[in-house]
């Protein structure tokens, strides 16, 4: 099997994932541009980190892409989600524990007043300003995938109600006081409800502009909404307004629907915002270049496991279209994770029912 890795790894990480690949008799060719991935295309099987439409459509043998990324939105284009015979898998989960972090940082620098009091502190000031308890406040998360369990996690510690909407799981996971599915009469109701509200979701076409003007003026004028996922899912306009209104009480975001943010962007002088590039999936941890995409990568080479498969007509959702043989060898349609596993250059699928736990 021949393996085309289009990414710029450190010329030592390819050649140690060149000598795993070797010894089960495949083939690694390394890109750095593309022109030289379109002159293997014809070749090549598997394709790990970019996939570019042309790369793709030179390539009639391709069978597997692996991702470098978790969110799928601004990758996966037409041909490729209409493309039969091809698994593609993302890095889903791998950032949500940090992910998961930075809304908590976000919430805490809105509700402690650490801006105003960083802001006083160059100017020699030594005054008091607004604070806010969050303990004890109803916190509702709007996706129950990776990022939102480890959201949920974070919040063990200042006893909050937690109240979750989601399009897959079915049953509330510990720490979780109410799991509803995400129709839009209950995605309405959890925001009524809600001290915080944060976004977990990945970006579909049924949840681009989910939180839009209706949703916004349905906060209660104390609240605050967090996304740390992908951009698109807030109608930035719409928040822009709700804040210079005074809609709710601050708001802060990770992602934005255009990036880098442009610079006449409103939400660059939209008051009680909080704006980071794009940076909450990034860790002293996370290896550098993404290398974390190599060991799951290995790890399908050598028989084990790889990243979970993507719904392709549904970028960052879990595939929920393929019919499997279930225990018994009857025929089963189910919610679950995809592991791939190319053994022997024949790729064997294994479904292992998590719950959701491979998504975003």
């Not at 909080?274 to 995409?293: E, F, I, K, V, W």
């Amino acid at each position: 099997m021949k393996i085309l890795i289009h990414y710029p790894f450190a010329p030592e990480d390819v050649a140690e994932f060149r000598r795993i690949a070797a010894a089960d008799g495949h083939e690694v060719i390394h890109a750095s541009s593309e022109e030289e991935a379109l002159a293997v295309a014809s070749e090549i099987e598997v394709i790990l980190g970019h996939f570019l439409p042309s790369v793709c459509a030179a390539a009639p043998n391709l069978r597997w892409i692996q991702s470098f990324s978790a969110g799928m939105d601004k990758f996966l284009f037409p041909a490729m989600a209409e493309r039969d015979g091809v698994m593609l898998s993302n890095m889903a989960g791998m950032y949500a524990p940090q992910g998961a972090e930075h809304a908590w940082a976000f919430l805490l620098c809105m509700a402690r007043g650490l801006i105003p009091a960083w802001e006083q502190k160059k100017e020699h000031q030594w005054k008091a300003g607004s604070v806010v308890e969050i303990t004890g406040m109803t916190l509702g998360i709007i996706g129950m995938g990776g990022f939102g369990l480890e959201m949920v996690k974070r919040a063990a510690g200042y006893d909050m109600t937690i109240i979750a909407v989601d399009a897959i799981r079915t049953e509330a996971p510990a720490g979780v006081h109410e799991l509803k599915p995400s129709t839009r009469e209950n995605i309405h109701s959890l925001l009524r409800r809600s001290d915080v509200v944060m976004m977990a979701c990945p970006r579909t076409p049924e949840t681009y502009h989910l939180i839009s003007t209706e949703e916004l003026a349905l906060m209660k004028p104390t609240a605050y909404l967090i996304n740390v996922t992908r951009g698109g899912i807030i109608d930035e306009d719409a928040l822009v307004a709700a804040l210079n209104g005074g809609q709710i009480a601050g708001a802060a975001l990770d992602v934005t629907e255009k990036e880098p943010l442009p610079a006449e962007s409103s939400l660059w002088d939209a008051p009680n915002l909080l704006l980071t590039p794009h940076r909450a999936g990034a860790s002293q941890h996370r290896p550098p270049g993404d290398r974390a995409l190599l060991p799951g990568a290995t790890a399908a080479l050598s028989g084990r496991r790889a990243p979970a498969q993507c719904d392709r007509q549904a970028p960052g959702v879990l595939d929920r279209t393929k019919l499997l043989s279930g225990p018994g060898g009857k025929s089963s349609r189910q919610w679950g994770c995809w592991w791939l596993s190319i053994v022997n250059s024949q790729i064997i699928t294994e479904q292992i029912i998590r719950g959701g736990e491979g998504r975003l």
